[in-house]
Each structure stands twice: as structure tokens, then as C-alpha cells.
């Protein structure tokens, strides 16, 4: 058991970059986490981290180690949870990344799931782009678009519509906008998420369609700086609608060329490792399913 312990250990040391990080988050203390590491480092014959004063950087060996490490963590908790042994409560840490916008949505609502499960925690890991899980030590994320990665295991929880908004307050134009053509010229906020080339494809319930280069203004790969930056009068934004449904309703923000959309993206929970997933990582994914159909359901 304490090569298990060292492996605990070593995943939760390249998640954070730190010992000390691990000894708070663990209660055990430095030193001990510090034997583990180097317990590891006998039985395999390498060193797994490069150590100064100033930094901890994992080696080769030991990014080579850490998809494994993680695996047989999970291959024995999945084991541990079909035999029952912890069915009687949920507990422990997930960690979960998610889009900013999805994110937001979800810490109002995350009191319901840890008012049932007392001893489960959740870190939300907040960003607008794609990272990797293993490297990152996330237990699930959120994608937003088609899952390239074979590797992942998905669940898709529903579709992404999106809504062209602008500020009626500073944006005196919005009223001459009828077609998306209308928009060449106009100055536009883009939502960079994915990267590559940032087309807005619309199409209307006749089956005519429209492409547009938008004429962005401004690029930010957070779709909390380009709700901000739609919100100051900076220019016409395409933006989750989940996001921005609250200010549309409150007058806030205006809906453009409602007779045109783009269409929905979809979003998925993905996680790496066997099927049968911890019950507290399965637990959190059953939230993240119930939650979506409320979220993402346009009004």
C-alpha cells in the first residue's frame, strides 16, 4: 500500500507543481510526501522530478509515468466502488474544467449537489480553450465542439445555441441590422474559442444561408471578456445563449438578426480511464447532465 500512497501522492505533485500544495490539500505533511516521491524513485530507477530552490519540474520518466499512474488509481477506486465498499457515501475531490460561461452557470447551482454529498468537494478549473486532462489532473471537463481526441470518452450533454446581441444603449445601428449581410462594415466582438478562422455561418427557417466575416474590433479567447466588451458598446458579439439570456430579458443587451441563426455546438463531459467511472467523478457527471437540460434549453 505505500506504493499506492506514492502514486496518490506523485498524480496530486504534477497536478499542482508543488509538495506543499499536496500537503495542504492532503493533510499529510511535507516530509511525507516527499518520502513518497522518492519511494517512487527507487522502485522505478529515475528521477521524476527536477528539483531547484526557486521550481519543481517533471522529467521525462515522469511525464512518461503519469497517464499510467493515473489509470491504475482509477482501474483500483472503480474496483473499490462495484464492490460496494463505498456506496455508503460520496466523497472526495473533482476536479472538473469547464468554459467560463458553462462555469459560471454551474457555481450558481453547485450548492444543490454539495448540500447532498457533505464530504465531495469540486475545483473548477476555469478556461475557454482545450487543454490535456492528464497533464492537467482533471477528473472531467466540459468541450464545447466536435471531440477530435480518440482517446476521450464522452457524454454529450446537449447543444450550445448562440445569440447576436449588442448594446442598445451604445449601439444606435442595431435597428438597421435585418440581414447578416447587413453587418459587413460593423464593428463586432469576436469570441476566438477553438482558434481557427472565426466565420459567422447563418441560416434562416427557409434554408437560406449566409456567411460573414465579421469585422472584429475585438478578439478574446474568454467569452466573459467579449460578453464585457458587447456590454460597453465595443461592437455586435455572438455569444453562448445560456450566457446572455438574463441580459437580453433584462434589456441589457438586445438580440440582432433574430431571424437568422448559426448553428448549435455541441458539448460534451469528457474524462480519460475506464468507462466505469469513481463515484464521486460519477456522481459529478450526473449534476452536470441534470443541469444542462435546464441550462442550455433556449426560452
Known amino acids: 500500500m505505500d506504493l499506492l500512497s506514492a502514486l496518490h501522492s506523485f498524480v496530486r505533485v504534477a497536478a499542482t507543481g508543488s509538495f506543499s500544495a499536496v500537503s495542504r490539500e492532503t493533510g499529510a505533511s511535507q516530509p511525507t510526501i516527499s518520502r513518497h516521491i522518492a519511494l ?28 499510467h499512474a493515473y489509470e491504475l488509481l482509477e482501474i483500483l ?41 457533505p464530504d465531495l468537494s469540486v475545483e473548477l478549473i476555469m478556461r475557454d480553450g482545450f487543454g490535456d486532462l492528464v497533464e492537467e489532473g482533471l477528473d472531467l471537463a466540459i468541450r464545447v465542439g466536435e471531440i477530435a481526441e480518440g482517446s ?12 447576436l446581441v449588442v448594446s442598445p444603449r451604445h449601439f444606435t445601428a442595431k435597428s438597421s441590422l435585418k440581414h447578416p449581410n447587413d453587418l459587413t462594415g460593423e ?22 444561408e449566409s456567411v460573414v466575416a ?17 456590454q460597453a458598446g465595443v461592437g455586435v458579439g455572438l455569444l453562448p445563449e445560456f450566457q446572455v439570456r438574463h441580459l437580453v430579458e433584462s ?6 438578426i433574430p431571424d437568422w441563426k448559426v448553428p448549435p455546438m455541441p458539448l460534451y463531459a469528457v474524462h480519460t480511464g475506464p468507462r466505469t467511472l469513481p463515484l464521486r467523478t460519477r456522481t459529478v457527471l450526473d449534476f452536470l447532465i441534470e443541469i444542462s437540460s435546464t441550462v442550455l434549453t433556449p426560452t
Open 251 to 256: 434589456g441589457e443587451l438586445a438580440e440582432v
Open 187 to 208: 464593428p463586432c466582438v469576436v469570441f476566438t474559442y477553438g482558434g481557427g478562422r472565426q466565420d459567422w455561418h447563418f441560416f434562416n427557417q427557409e434554408g437560406e
Open 77 to 117: 477506486e472503480t474496483a473499490e466502488t462495484v464492490l460496494g465498499r463505498r456506496r455508503a457515501s460520496v466523497s472526495g475531490l473533482v476536479r472538473l474544467g469547464v468554459t467560463t460561461a458553462f462555469g459560471l452557470c454551474l457555481t450558481n447551482r453547485i450548492k444543490d449537489l454539495l448540500g447532498k454529498h
Open 152 to 163: 476521450l470518452i464522452a457524454r454529450k450533454l446537449g447543444a450550445v445555441h448562440r445569440s
Open 40 to 67: 517512487l524513485e527507487a522502485h522505478y530507477g529515475t528521477t521524476l522530478f527536477a528539483r531547484t530552490t526557486r521550481s519543481l519540474m517533471m522529467t521525462e520518466d515522469g511525464r512518461s509515468l503519469l497517464p
Open 214 to 230: 465579421p469585422a472584429a474590433v475585438f478578439r478574446a479567447n474568454s467569452s466573459e471578456a467579449a460578453l464585457h466588451a458587447v
